[in-house]
């Protein structure tokens, strides 16, 4: 993919992310960070290629993560034998990062086109990630609120994903997020009817990741760089 033009002010912040990911990533092995390094940098050019050629003509709720700050959190909570989900998984880029981190990494996508993307990539970076076409909801998940609103926040909605992966949300122990307004209150919620004891849930807000188990935040959040 060749190199999409950016502002100047986009330029100073990919810079400034490249530093706080480096400092992040400095105990790690140096082919391993070349390869995470690679991962994300195809990650954001194909993103600004899906905006141009499919975002700028009809809508889609595709919208990539700063995969810096998302990166940096998971070295921060990295251990063997732990299971990672990401919930809509798009183009693969976290979860593939969590594999290549030592994760037993899972993504969940409602876009079809968007899995085979994210499997191409996968092999491309020798990853063992596996990804499903489908929603992130359970079967027979209903989300009720104590306001009585109990409009998903989800846009879309299909199958659920966890019958093709052959883990049940419950066999995870760290499942990340990047919801949509709204869409927070019932991932915290689907979590606690559905997700592992003890199991962490990471939602990244704006420019920050925010760590719940149990449906409490136990981590102050981790900012992207300015």
Not at 40 to 58: I, N, T, Y
Not at 116 to 130: M, Q
Not at 133 to 141: E, K, T, V
Not at 195 to 214: F, Q, V
């Amino acid at each position: 993919m060749g190199t999409w033009p950016r502002s100047g002010a986009e330029v100073v912040q990919q810079a400034a992310r490249a530093d706080a990911r480096d400092a992040a990533l400095a105990g790690l092995d140096p082919a391993l960070r070349e390869r995470l390094h690679a991962l994300a940098e195809e990650g954001r050019e194909f993103w600004h290629q899906f905006d141009a050629e499919v975002r700028q003509q009809d809508f889609h709720p595709f919208v990539p993560a700063d995969y810096d700050v998302v990166l940096a959190a998971l070295v921060r909570i990295r251990q063997p034998g732990l299971r990672f989900l990401e919930w809509g998984s798009a183009t693969g880029v976290i979860a593939i990062m969590a594999d290549l981190l030592g994760f037993e990494a899972y993504g969940i996508e409602l876009d079809a086109d968007l899995v085979k993307t994210a499997r191409t990539l996968a092999e491309k970076y020798g990853s063992k990630a596996r990804f499903a076409a489908g929603s992130f909801l359970p079967a027979g998940y209903r989300y009720r609120p104590r306001d009585g609103d109990a409009r998903l926040g989800t846009i879309g909605d299909g199958v659920s994903g966890y019958r093709e992966l052959g883990v049940p949300l419950d066999d995870f122990d760290v499942v990340y997020g990047y919801p949509w307004g709204g869409e927070e209150p019932m991932m915290l919620d689907l979590m606690r009817a559905y997700g592992g004891r003890d199991a962490r849930l990471l939602i990244l807000g704006g420019n920050a990741m925010r760590e719940y188990r149990n449906g409490r935040l136990v981590s102050s959040p981790t900012p992207a760089a300015a």
